[in-house]
T-cell receptor
Framework: GENVEQHPSTLSVQEGDSAVIKCTYS??????FPWYKQELGKGPQLIID?????GEKKDQRIAVTLNKTAKHFSLHITETQPEDSAVYFC??????????FGAGTRLTVKP | DAGITQSPRHKVTETGTPVTLRCHQT?????MYWYRQDPGHGLRLIHY???????DKGEVSDGYSVSRSKTEDFLLTLESATSSQTSVYFC???????????FGEGSWLTVV
């Protein structure tokens, strides 16, 4: 089955700086890659996703890039704000198979 | 927010007792899932359902059973709780296997 690795496990940045979280996956058949943000005591919330027919997707300060050849994808947050502080999870899914998640990255944005 | 309600939100139970967690959705989505979340492991799939009375195992199904008698309700049962089942349990829904998965707010279970 799919295996997803996520790095780093913790990330601390100054407000206004950019943050990058990287994930690798093992199954070349995976075709859907979402990113979730989880605040303390809450469930994961989808913030952006990308499918394998697209190399990059942006939504305001958030962007995701996908390199199918290298089997890795990344989350980029620009102009970070304290409210961006949370745990972020990447995931990968092959069609009709269950979603496999990375172990998470705890992002802290210092004011 | 996706219309997902989990109950109870917090529970402390003793080893060996049965526990049932309930997930209720108002979105009429076909697929429902139960995940557990543990430090260092992210979210792992326990069981999922693709319709009323249609369920299948996930990555970490041992010690758990599920039932879905109505489209809107998906129950997770621990027949005899063990300390290794202390975790945060998330219900999730999606319209189909190619669609986005939306999560509930979680149920914190402590087995003592």
């Amino acid at each position: 089955g799919e295996n997803v690795e996520q790095h780093p496990s913790t990330l601390s940045v100054q407000e206004g700086d950019s943050a990058v979280i990287k994930c690798t996956y093992s199954d070349s058949a995976s075709n859907y890659f979402p990113w979730y943000k989880q605040e303390l005591g809450k469930g994961p919330q989808l913030i952006i996703d990308i499918r394998s027919n697209v190399g990059e997707k942006k939504d305001q300060r958030i962007a995701v890039t996908l390199n199918k050849t290298a089997k890795h994808f990344s989350l980029h947050i620009t102009e970070t704000q304290p409210e961006d502080s949370a745990v972020y999870f990447c995931a990968a899914r092959e069609h009709n198979n269950d979603m496999r998640f990375g172990a998470g990255t705890r992002l802290t944005v210092k004011p | 927010d996706a219309g997902i309600t989990q109950s109870p939100r917090h529970k402390v139970t003793e080893t060996g007792t049965p526990v049932t967690l309930r997930c209720h959705q108002t979105e009429n989505h076909r697929y429902m899932y139960w995940y557990r979340q543990d430090p260092g492991h992210g979210l792992r799939l326990i069981h999922y359902s693709y319709g009323v009375k249609d369920t299948d195992k996930g990555e970490v199904s041992d010690g758990y059973s599920v039932s879905r008698s109505k489209t809107e309700d998906f129950l997770l049962t621990l027949e005899s709780a063990t300390s290794s089942q202390t975790s945060v349990y998330f219900c999730a829904i999606s319209e189909g296997t190619a669609n986005t998965i939306y999560f509930g707010e979680g149920s914190w279970l402590t087995v003592v």
